[in-house]
């Protein structure tokens, strides 16, 4: 059985710095594609970054393009969200996803995989 675990959510200034991982267990991470995603209280989930199998293609929303950078280290089975210059609007659960296949994709419904979220919190 696959497994996601999301690590590294807390407390967060607004300006500052915060990563996320998600270790993956349960098969190799190398048949994934992966995404990052978020949902804020009464907001639906909503999608924040992907990365291709290999790790040379990537996709980002526009609200965080040029801050955020995700990542994958497959022989870790672990990928990443590097969040820079955070904004109080970036607070939310956020949840790891990943999908057998090569398409980089954006919508959740095109997910299988899910973490069970970690929670970013900004102060400002």
């Known amino acids: 059985q696959v497994q996601l675990v999301e690590s590294g959510g807390g407390l967060v200034q607004a300006g500052g710095s915060q990563r996320l991982a998600c270790a993956v267990s349960?098969?190799?991470?190398?048949?994934?594609?992966a995404g990052w995603f978020r949902q804020a209280p009464g907001k639906e989930r909503e999608f924040v970054a992907a990365i291709s199998r290999s790790g040379v293609l990537t996709a980002y929303a526009d609200s965080v393009k040029g801050r955020f950078t995700i990542s994958r280290d497959n022989a870790k089975n672990t990928v990443y969200l590097q969040m820079n210059n955070v904004e109080p609007e970036d607070a939310a659960v956020y949840y790891c996803?990943?999908?057998?296949?090569?398409?980089?994709?954006?919508?959740?419904?095109?997910?299988?995989?899910w973490g069970q979220g970690t929670q970013v919190t900004v102060s400002s």
């Open positions: 996803a990943a999908v057998l296949g090569t398409i980089v994709v954006r919508t959740p419904r095109d997910y299988d995989l």
């Open positions: 349960g098969r190799t991470l190398t048949l994934y594609v």
